[in-house]
């Protein structure tokens, strides 16, 4: 029987969304000196050129194959790797740009079986820029930037299927999830960018002695794309909340009409007290009170620290909002 080759892949994003800074750090991104990053696309069509244009900090491209011979798998190996970025600083009318620091691949050796193979690749990097600040353990004055980085793991089986997870990841910049066929299927539920300048160096990185469990969400609908765009477009200065782990956004029965924007952070869903779904970065709620008798039909509970936005029902297009809800609608009845 002749031997048969398939490959597959899995790809992260890794940007950094507005406001997702804190503190001093942020100073420089208000001022226009660096940026901020607009969303990556919904298909991943050119890697290498949303690097090149500087709309990534980097990327983790696992990409890899098996050969099969009667139905086992005889041999295997990584194709991908790691792609990292620059940070563009602009100075009255001068933009420099400083490449960052890439970190070594790391590419553990596959666990392979008679009929799967799993591969796990790291890859990381930081800014070439220093930026000094004060760290709660010694040296006490972290210099340089703290590391951000993925942890993919993509499985082969022998017939061609494939599976794939983000087992590990840096607490900060967002981190998106695509699949082989480059659409975006995943991201990254948490930013906590106090944590990651704070800790995120030295041993506490693969590079050191530790990784970072990673907790992912499902990906918004096209629809609440637009809606997002709506509540945070240039000069609409949306009021932003931030939530402890077990706050609650909306009680079910209490009278409101604000309409929010996830920003951050993971939600339960309950219903009658059950929990019902998790929602994360880049959903819409609250349209149904919007447009019922402003009575909320829903609980939402952060699963994690959390930050959305708050719009008035005004903001947004009716149109959109009754598309919106009848697909939440939907989403109940089927719970």
Known sequence: MARERHESSVTSVSWIPSEAIEGLSKIPFEMGVTHYD?????????????????????????RAFVEVEDGRIVG????????????????????????????????????????????????????????????ARKPFIQFWPSLAWTTLELTINADGSAAHRLVGASPFPRHWIYDEDGILVEKSGVVDFSKWAGEAFGART????????????AVESELE????????QKGAKPAV???AEGATLTTQGEAATEVYLILDGVFAVEVNG????????????????????GVRTATLRAVT???????????????????????????????
């Open 225 to 232: 794309r637009a809606m997002s765009a709506q509540i945070m």
């Open 274 to 293: 059950e929990p019902i779904a998790e929602i994360g970065p880049g959903a819409v709620v609250g349209e149904r009170a919007a447009l019922e008798g």
């Open 241 to 243: 909340r931030q939530l």
């Open 305 to 335: 620290k959390a930050r959305v936005a708050e719009a008035a029902p005004g903001q947004l297009r009716p149109v959109e909002m009754d598309m919106l809800a009848e697909t939440h609608r939907r989403e109940h009845a089927d719970a």
């Open 76 to 135: 295997n190996g990584y194709l991908g790797r790691g792609h990292i970025g620059a940070t563009t600083v602009r100075i009255g009318p001068a933009a420099i740009r400083f490449p960052a620091l890439h970190m070594p691949d790391i590419q553990q050796p596959p666990e392979a079986g008679p009929t799967s193979v799993t591969f796990v690749q790291t890859v990381g990097g930081r800014m070439g820029i220093p930026t000094p600040r004060p760290v």
């Open 38 to 62: 607009q969303p990556p696309p919904d298909r991943l069509v050119d890697l290498e050129e949303l690097r090149r244009t500087d709309r990534c900090r980097e990327a983790n491209e696992l």
């Open 206 to 217: 693969p590079w050191g002695e530790v990784d970072s469990p990673a907790v992912v969400s």
